[in-house]
């Protein structure tokens, strides 16, 4: 079962690079999720989608943009990188929008910014 | 103000000994759910538990167990005679509606580290 794939899982860039994370799910999912993770401050929402071709902006999405060209698919842009933009990035998805809805994870993208 | 408080940034302890990890939350919707999730050195978050806001029976699965409070805006999770295979960060989460849609709002997270 391969759930939700990032890809890639590790990336070095320096500032001012361009690179795209691309998420995968097979589950047929409707929603799907970028987050950031950094120490002390558990995981921040940079943006969402509620279904193939829509995108939202979360609680922190300066300096990103996304796409969901496809249902099983959501890419997170970085257009010009930031040191300020290392962290571990997860992709999530879930079946629907409900307050009690479990969300599934990828294995996250380490990305460093120097 | 934070919305989920997760105090204990780390926590260690020796296997077999029992572990309580504490959730504070902070809310003013009447409605809304409590979630815990484990992310293994593995690095993805797995879910463990949700709890709605009107069901504040304890919970007990194996040997994790789950107490929720409103009286005090919290759900600790206890594991019980810990093992190594428990070492992850664990972060407790809350889901709240929103105009634009739900929000899951996640803690810092708590390190546990189980050592043999």
């Known amino acids: 079962n391969a759930g939700v794939t990032q890809t890639p899982k590790f990336r070095v860039l320096k500032t001012g690079q361009s690179m795209t994370l691309l998420c995968a799910q097979d589950m047929n999912h409707e929603y799907m999720y970028w987050y950031r993770q950094d120490p002390g401050m558990g995981l921040r929402l940079i943006h969402y989608?509620?279904?193939?071709?829509?995108?939202a902006k979360g609680e922190v999405p300066d300096g990103y943009n996304v796409s969901r060209l496809k249902k099983q698919n959501f890419l997170l842009g970085l257009e010009s990188a930031a040191p300020s933009q290392t962290s571990v990035y997860f992709c999530?998805?879930?079946?629907?929008?409900?307050?009690?809805?479990?969300?599934?994870f990828g294995s996250g993208t380490q990305l460093s910014v120097l | 103000a934070q919305k989920v408080t997760q105090a204990q940034t780390e926590i260690s302890v020796v296997e077999k000994e029992d572990v309580t990890l504490d959730c504070v939350y902070e809310t003013r919707d009447t409605t809304y759910y409590l979630f815990w999730y484990k992310q293994p050195p593995s690095g993805e978050l797995v879910f463990l538990i949700r709890r709605n806001s009107f069901d504040e029976q304890n919970e007990i699965s194996g040997r994790y167990s789950w107490n929720f409070q409103k009286s005090t805006s919290s759900f600790n999770f206890t594991i019980t005679a810990s093992q190594v295979v428990d070492s992850a960060v664990y972060f407790c989460a809350l889901s709240e509606a929103r105009e634009y849609g739900n929000k899951l709002v996640f803690g810092a997270g708590t390190i546990l580290r189980v050592k043999s």
């Open positions: 989608s509620v279904g193939e071709g829509t995108t």
């Open positions: 999530a998805s879930s079946l629907r929008q409900g307050l009690n809805e479990k969300l599934f």
